[in-house]
């Protein structure tokens, strides 16, 4: 008798993915730097930066070192702006539900890779009543590393126990992408942040969910058969140089 096919496994990041909040995100940021007395152009950092825990983003945007005590301040007050901002704004990505549940359906596993922490995944998954189609979520507290470091989606492929190969990843941001590639899984983008160009290689770009199908991701994997290799310029930039 054959040996059944291992299940494929979709890991979808949080925020530009299941939800459309990039420009409340870029706020917040500009406001803490408009208090901090910083010129940084917010939307033009997350472009690049965008997946990155928020004090490792800050770290970038400094002429000279800040402690991690402070930078961890600074994330905190960053994230009350952001939620104070965003709070009646909580809506899932167009047709997420939708696709999340036909995806179950078909015998996907599905897992959550972000780089927020528990309470921030709280904040967004338990108010729009995301979590209960998730077979694990990962977050920042259950990693060592951050994107663009893979460990965020091993760590998911391995609760999930799918290997890399037949994992797909759903990002919106450039770092992100290059930890899927790091990972050794394909990934499918989604245009909140981005234009399509400005990706490396995903399967497909899509804006939202309305579209997408499990018959449709399962095509897209017969196309693109292995994951790109990342690229060097685009996941080691100086990002410390950033202003």
């Not at 459309?20 to 010129?39: C, E, I, K, M, V």
């Not at 904040?123 to 893979?150: M, T, W």
């Not at 290997?163 to 050794?184: H, I, N, S, T, W």
């Not at 804006?207 to 017969?222: G, N």
């Amino acid at each position: 008798m054959p040996t059944p096919a291992l299940p494929y496994a979709l890991i979808f990041d949080m925020d530009g993915v299941l939800i459309d909040n990039t420009p409340y995100q870029a706020r917040a940021f500009q406001l803490l730097f408009r208090d901090l007395g910083l010129s940084t152009n917010a939307r033009q950092l997350l472009r690049r930066l965008n997946g990155m825990p928020a004090s490792n983003i800050l770290k970038t945007v400094f002429t000279n070192p800040v402690p991690d005590k402070q930078l961890k301040e600074y994330a905190a007050q960053r994230e009350f702006l952001y939620r104070t901002l965003y709070w009646d704004k909580r809506r899932e990505a167009a047709g997420l539900s939708k696709f999340l549940q036909a995806a179950r359906d078909a015998g996907f596993k599905l897992g959550l890779g972000t780089g927020s922490a528990a309470d921030t995944i709280s904040y967004i998954l338990d108010h729009l009543d995301l979590r209960r189609f998730f077979d694990v979520v990962v977050g920042k507290d259950d990693v060592d590393k951050g994107k663009p470091h893979p460990d965020t989606f091993r760590v998911a492929a391995q609760k999930l126990g799918v290997p890399p190969e037949r994992c797909v990843v759903f990002e919106d941001a450039l770092l992100g992408e290059q930890a899927a590639y790091k990972a050794g899984m394909r990934c499918i983008a989604l245009s909140t942040g981005l234009k399509p160009a400005q990706f490396q290689a995903p399967m497909a770009v899509f804006k939202d969910f309305t579209t997408l199908t499990p018959r449709l991701v399962l095509e897209l994997l017969d196309q693109h058969p292995r994951a790109p290799r990342p690229s060097k310029e685009l996941a080691g930039r100086a990002y410390s140089q950033l202003r």
